[in-house]
């Protein structure tokens, strides 16, 4: 009835109108326009989910589809879809540190699968994240892994971070079992813009064997005067930070990150290293006041790691030719990939390799002496004592 | 929860829709109810905590209001409705010193809650600074949507002193008016009389038809579309800007500004049309908050036309109990100088906000004055000049505005002046190199900020992306788009109104309407070399 009452109003309405107006009103159909909406709303929306699921660019539900030139560009994103889905026998894990590393190298040298997971800055938390998905994709039923050896990266200044801390906010999405929060993923105008459409109107495959390397970065680019030009000298600190200051955290972060993925794999090698950052590093340790405090580091790492009979430990900060020629980088860290494949030579080798704690603490002796008479040599060669 | 999520599209929304417009139909008397429900589901997914704290407010406000009513009740003449005191009409009633303590009470509360959850680190920092001393900021939690809370609370609270409710005084009317979900986040400050009535007559009003219940769709739509596309554009020069502030060019700055205002204006106007498509779709109505204040010509006419309910609020509330103009030109200036700076404090506990409201107090000041003696019939959007003194008007008008807007956006004042002086040191370099042209200098990097991915797309299938015009064309459309829209478009509400309701139309609303809900999530790129 309250429906007659409004189409009689409607009418009566109508009827009083000037003509175009009622021309008008005879037009509209909120029913169909309703319609139209929803049919088309719907045939979009599963238009762009089912792209995305099909392609899955980010490879959370599958491996990659043959022949579709996937972009693989964001760590955050893709690197559980890899972990989970693409088919490997290694990893190389850390931060930015690693991304030098090229996987054709493992492959034809070690004859290793590798896939670089690496995330930028990674704190132990990121490192633990994903070390989670490739080992609960990777083991069956009994927890045996098919993932023979892990390369891992360890940047001591990371450690000292809260062990639930992440570089940046990761899309929970990518990294959980919950198939509710994947509408993130499934109507997502960057994925389906940047990494569905776009490989197809402009292919540029990346290559997995330099997946994240700094292929920005030209020789030119490694240079002592690039890199002097660019560096900028930390603070001085007047207070020395006790020896002990990080060592909670890192204890922490070692014990509930690290090596619980050691001790539940021990068929997994665990080819750990600490990278050679050049002098500038030392020389900003120094001018921080905190040595003693990062040693240490050093030393309570390697104490948590040589327990382990499947862990080889290599500490390439000894590398002296390495870290005092400038010319290895393009920044105060950052080296070249001529020296990321040296190392991997040197962890083939042996060369670096601690075996003890007792040859850690010669190792570390070594570091102090280094960084000492490098900072000596640098504040020599650079009158203005900047540094 | 916000209207741009997921939750709220494809969940919330849905079922609040449905279970609203079924007890309609089946049990009318539980809508208020189920608004309530849902209101406070919406108030708990975007916090608990703030929930809970809003409990509290809400259960000490009420109860002074119903001592406040009750006074009133048992004490005719001394306050209370104009009918009941006899009063003629303009004439306030007295109000007895038991309702004025009442009153001062829960200002003063409503006001300690906001001070303290929103400002204390601002005032203690504040202070710490005057001091010479360092301060370490507390992690205090900001509920949401509190400032809005707490001028709504005050408003009913003044407003039930002065006799003016207009009715009872009704536990779930207040709860709802406090709740309501359309507004709980960024307004409109509504009056409670103004949703009162309607909720009166909610049995009646839920009863919307197709029509009005697809206008209101619509609303909402178009609302998401400015908030997720349009202030998302301008949202990426913004950010540009302010990270390349040492480099940044008096171009860049100049279009920095604009998208300054560009981003505000849409993510807040399109907010407060959402809010109002679902009252529509809900057969309620909220006041409006925007009428196309990037139109007007002058600064007076933009205050009156950009979000109205704040002004409202401060005039009614802050600026005639101090005497308004009825004192003399000087304290006028006054007055309006204080409900300027106190509306940049109530933005956001930073110096920047209380810098925006000054400047705009400083600058509105002269123009209320000139204007005034100018006298003439008020005109917000010049349409009694000229053609060539209307766009001067409003395009000079946007420009200062967007200006004002530097320091709101900014993270400090020295930011702010970091920002200026940018510009000016690029502008000075220009006219000493004999080269004024340089003004117009843009970074490629500022130019890649308009290349969206839909532009991407659209140069690469008109064979345009490799020509050297192709980033300028790119900012040609954005920002066309951004400014036409802005200057020439017809309000989202009056195309929402008069729009036709035809299949073509469905249509096109559902490509909008998609396009906003995959931009709901982003994929996050980060620089590389960091440690």
Known sequence: ?387 | MSFNSYLFVFVFFPLCMAGYHILSRVYPRALKLWLIAASAVFGACGSLPSLGLFAVTMAVNYGLLRLILRRQKTCPGEGGSREEAGASAGERPEISRAVRWAVFTGVLFNLAVLGGFKYFNFFAGTVYSLLGRDYIARHILLPLGISYMTFQQISLLVDASRGELGGELRADDYVLYTLYFPKLLSGPIAGFGELRAQFGELAERSRVDGETFCRGAALFIMGLAKKCIFAAWAQNAVNYVYANIPALTFGEGVIGMLCISFTVYYDFSGYCDMGQGISRMLGLSLPVNFRSPLKTWNIVGYWRNWHITLTRFMTKYVYIPLGGNRRGRGRMCLNLLLIYLLSGLWHGANMTFVLWGLLNGLLYIPVKLWLDRRGGARDDFGRLLSPVKRAAGRIGNLLINSAIFVPFMASSVGETGAYFRAMGTSAAAAFAAGRPAELLALHPAFLEVFRTDELWYALKAARLASYAFAPYLCLAVIFGLLAGTAFFAKEARAIAEKGRLRARNGVLLAGLFVWCVCTFSQVMTFIYTNF
Not at chain 1, 10 to 33: C, H, I, L, V
Not at chain 1, 58 to 64: D, E, G, I, N, R
Not at chain 1, 248 to 269: G, L, S, V, Y
Not at chain 1, 309 to 324: G, R, S
């Open chain 1, 1 to 387: 009835m309250m429906r007659e009452q409004r189409e009689k109003n409607n009418t009566e309405k109508t009827a009083s109108m000037p003509a175009q107006a009622k021309k008008r009103a005879g037009t509209d159909n909120p029913r169909r326009a309703a319609a139209a909406f929803f049919i088309t709303a719907f045939l979009l929306l599963g238009a762009a989910a089912g792209a995305v699921f099909v392609v899955d660019p980010f490879f959370h539900y599958h491996a990659p589809l043959d022949g579709f030139p996937y972009v693989i560009d964001n760590q955050l994103a893709q690197n559980p879809g890899m972990a989970a889905h693409m088919e490997y026998d290694s990893v190389l894990l850390g931060s930015s540190m690693t991304f030098n590393y090229d996987m054709s190298w493992f492959r034809e040298e070690l004859g290793l699968h590798t896939l670089k997971l690496s995330y930028s800055g990674a704190y132990p938390r990121d490192i633990y994240n994903i070390s989670k998905i490739i080992f609960d994709s990777k083991s069956d039923a009994d927890g045996v892994s098919s993932v023979k050896r892990v390369f891992l990266g360890i940047d001591v200044f990371s450690y000292m971070a809260d062990t639930e801390d992440i570089k940046f906010p990761i899309p929970e999405y990518l990294y959980d079992d919950n198939p509710l929060n994947d509408v993130n993923y499934l109507l997502n105008k960057d994925v389906l813009f940047q990494y569905v459409a776009r490989p197809l109107f402009d292919p540029e495959p990346t290559l997995l064997d330099q997946v994240y390397t700094m292929s920005w970065l030209t020789e030119e680019d490694y240079s002592e005067e690039k890199v002097l030009a660019g560096y900028v000298p930390s603070e001085r600190a007047a207070e020395e930070t006790p020896p002990d200051a990080y060592l909670a955290n890192t204890a922490a972060n070692m014990e509930k990150n690290i090596c619980p993925f050691i001790a539940a794999h021990p068929e997994t090698q665990f080819t750990v290293f600490f990278p050679p950052y050049s002098i500038l590093f030392w020389n900003d340790v120094l001018l921080e006041n905190h040595l003693e405090a990062t040693l240490a580091e050093y030393r309570l790492i390697a104490e948590k790691l040589l327990v382990y009979d499947n862990v080889e430990l290599f500490c390439f900060p000894l590398e002296t030719e390495i870290t005092t020629g400038l010319d290895h980088y393009a920044d105060y860290t950052h080296h070249s990939p001529e020296v990321a494949h040296l190392l991997l030579r040197y962890m083939e080798t042996g060369r670096d390799r601690i075996d003890s704690v007792e040859e850690m603490d010669a190792a570390i002796d070594a570091l102090r002496e280094m960084a000492l008479e490098e900072r000596r040599s640098l504040r020599e060669a650079n009158s203005e004592n900047r540094y």
